[in-house]
């Protein structure tokens, strides 16, 4: 009899490309997950992966295989997701949550307070992760709900057996010192700006990508991009204390940001949609904690401060 949970790890294998890869995201050694994957083939009695390099891929055994663990690995979820409701009475469980750092302060711990009250049987765990490694986690069912970002020109992959809707759309500032020579207009011009150093997150990141992008699109120039943090808070720190320029959202400047100007761009608007995303099946839980996540946007938008 084929083992579920050593289809699981057939199927994060498949997912992830290399079973170091599966190993990291599963806390496992590589050695235990070769192991254990050597007992599913002899389990199904036939060859499931091969390798191609320093990664592998499924032979045809092992596509049937991973297909029906899908299958499997979902209904499974979704009898655990009914049993927790029945004993409770009302929609209950773990509920999975990552986002990007703003829309964890904004909107995902706004929600999380209001489901604390609303539906005190549902646990939710949420961290912070960038979209890029939540997607993976959301289709092998180690997340459950994801808050990412899109940037406007940078779309992100679409993907069928995901269900995507809009939470809110935010505009990107410039921002810059409160004493900049530009600071005092009620637009600023990014051409105005080319000598400028400029903080941005880490490149291989939308936001890098996105503020690379826009000053040479709508500015003109190539940004020195002199300082580099994942932190949006410390991209405002930076403005505010070693005279940089940044291109930072909305959500981020919805606290306040004293000691900063913060202008729309003269050459044109730029903005950002924040999305939820969801496997197609969502468990009573995981709905309530959608429509919690819906509900703390719409809340944002009409309370920015």
Known sequence: ????????????????GTVHGAARALGYTPSAISQQLAVLEREAGTPLLERIGRNVRLTAAGQVLVRHAAV????VEAAEAELATVAAGRAAGVVRVSAFQS????????????????????????????????????????????????????????????????????????????????AG???????????VPWAACHPGTGHHEMQVRVCRELGGFE??????????????????????????????????????????????????????LTRRSRTPAGAAVAAALRVAADETLTNPG
């Open 103 to 182: 829309a964890f302060l904004r909107v995902v711990a706004p929600a999380v307070r209001a489901l604390a009250v609303s539906h005190p049987d549902i646990r939710i765990e949420a961290a912070e992760v960038e979209v890029e490694q939540a997607v993976p986690a959301l289709r092998l069912q180690q997340l459950d709900v994801v808050v990412g970002d899109e940037y406007d020109g940078q779309p992100r992959a679409v993907h069928a057996d995901l269900r995507r809707e809009r939470l809110l759309r935010e505009r990107i500032q410039v921002v810059l010192p409160a004493d900049h020579p530009e």
């Open 1 to 16: 009899m084929l083992d579920l949970h050593r289809l699981r790890l057939l199927r994060e294998v498949h997912g992830r």
């Open 185 to 195: 207009a009620d637009q600023v011009s990014l051409a105005r700006l080319a000598d």
């Open 223 to 276: 940004p020195d991009v002199r300082y580099n943090s994942d932190d949006f808070l410390i991209l405002l720190e930076l403005v505010r204390t070693t005279g940089a320029g940044a291109l930072l959202p909305d959500l981020v400047l919805g606290y306040g940001a004293p000691g900063v100007a913060v202008r729309p761009s003269a050459e044109g608007a730029v903005g950002r949609e924040v999305f939820l």
């Open 72 to 75: 499997l690995l979902e209904g």
